[in-house]
Nanobody, 122 residues
Framework: QVQLVESGGGLVQAGGSLRLSCAAS????????MGWFRQAPGKEREFVTT????????TYADSVKGRFTISRDNAKNTVYLQMNSLKPEDTAVYYC???????????????WGQGTQVTVSS
């Protein structure tokens, strides 16, 4: 069981950067793969990135590869999403999630945060 709380969202101009944080609690955090998803108005929830238990492996959606970086600090029970070169199409609610394996499907995640809004102006 993992409880997750996202923070760090906000309004930025295109080309800017944001760093999202996901604070986790619960005994299974260190045994969990972590992921970030996003959902824009009128669209389905979209995979962004996932990271393994150890933090050694990460996978990114093609739309964010080269711009976003996921990392985790197990000592702090926190996972991060560094977002650079933001585009208006990145505007969405961003969700942190925990899974048993680092999969890309949202159905593979058993715990979800409440989300944090990211808005990128043109």
């Amino acid at each position: 069981q993992v409880q997750l709380v996202e923070s760090g969202g906000g309004l930025v101009q295109a080309g800017g950067s944001l760093r999202l944080s996901c604070a986790a609690s619960g005994p299974t955090f260190r045994a969990s793969a972590m992921g970030w998803f996003r959902q824009a108005p009128g669209k389905e929830r979209e995979f962004v990135t996932t990271i393994s238990w150890s933090g050694a492996g990460a996978t990114y959606a093609d739309s964010v590869k080269g711009r976003f970086t996921i990392s985790r600090d197990n000592a702090k029970n926190t996972v991060y999403l560094q977002m650079n070169s933001l585009k208006p199409e990145d505007t969405a609610v961003y969700y942190c999630a925990a899974s048993t394996l680092p999969v890309q499907s949202p159905h593979g995640y058993h715990s979800w945060g409440q989300g944090t809004q990211v808005t990128v102006s043109s």
